[in-house]
T-cell receptor
Framework: SQQGEEDPQALSIQEGENATMNCSYK?????LQWYRQNSGRGLVHLIL?????REKHSGRLRVTLDTSKKSSSLLITASRAADTASYFC???????????FGKGTLLTVNP | DVKVTQSSRYLVKRTGEKVFLECVQD?????MFWYRQDPGLGLRLIYF???????EKGDIPEGYSVSREKKERFSLILESASTNQTSMYLC??????????????FGPGTRLTVL
């Protein structure tokens, strides 16, 4: 069953602009994670936010989590062409092992 | 740095062949996972293992089996490959933490084509 769903499915912006992606999920979680995937490659972990956290920063990334709305957002500030990739949220649904991934947002940053 | 390697980047097999996909991790992680990724469907969990010789079915285990004889190695087996198993296969590993699921580290993927 699909736990996380990203929105929008695709996003195209100009270099220097900010990009915001959203994720909604259905059941309770221990944590929520965001991953990035360059075309044809494996996923790379970006950031993890725990259920008792509301906001987390890492470099140009800012993640928020609203457990009452079961939603999260990923903000990439001052985007670069190299940020072009697919971005996935993943939730654990309370599991100590498994993650369930959404279908991803394809971000294109135009130079 | 954690390294997860997969035996092949690209693989072409014929219908009915037995196919082995190998995954090795070098960080002594307890958990290992096999996913397949298809356009429009995202990543779907096939099987995972939380310890040597232990395995659990994921969301789409039909047509697949797995083997974990050593902690660092997790193999995915397609007993009789079919065309609908053409896909990108991703392996991942993660440590076990008491506070819930932790970061998963992914291999580069194997693009399997079954003719």
């Amino acid at each position: 069953s699909q736990q996380g769903e990203e929105d929008p499915q695709a996003l195209s912006i100009q270099e220097g602009e900010n990009a915001t992606m959203n994720c909604s999920y259905k059941t309770s979680i221990n944590n929520l994670q965001w991953y990035r995937q360059n075309s044809g490659r494996g996923l790379v972990h970006l950031i993890l936010i725990r259920s008792n956290e509301r906001e987390k920063h890492s470099g140009r990334l800012r993640v928020t989590l609203d457990t009452s709305k079961k939603s999260s957002s990923l903000l990439i500030t001052a985007s670069r062409a190299a940020d072009t990739a697919s971005y996935f949220c993943a939730t654990d649904g309370g599991s100590n092992y498994k993650l369930t991934f959404g279908k991803g947002t394809l971000l294109t940053v135009n130079p | 740095d954690v390294k997860v390697t997969q035996s092949s980047r690209y693989l072409v097999k014929r219908t009915g062949e037995k196919v082995f996909l190998e995954c090795v991790q070098d960080m002594d992680h307890e958990n290992m996972f096999w996913y397949r990724q298809d356009p429009g469907l995202g990543l779907r969990l096939i099987y995972f293992s939380y310890d040597v010789k232990m395995k659990e079915k994921g969301d789409i285990p039909e047509g697949y089996s797995v083997s974990r004889e050593k902690k660092e190695r997790f193999s995915l087996i397609l007993e009789s490959a079919s065309t609908n198993q053409t896909s990108m296969y991703l392996c991942a590993s993660s440590p076990t933490k008491p506070s819930g699921s932790d970061t998963q580290y992914f291999g580069p993927g194997t693009r399997l084509t079954v003719l």
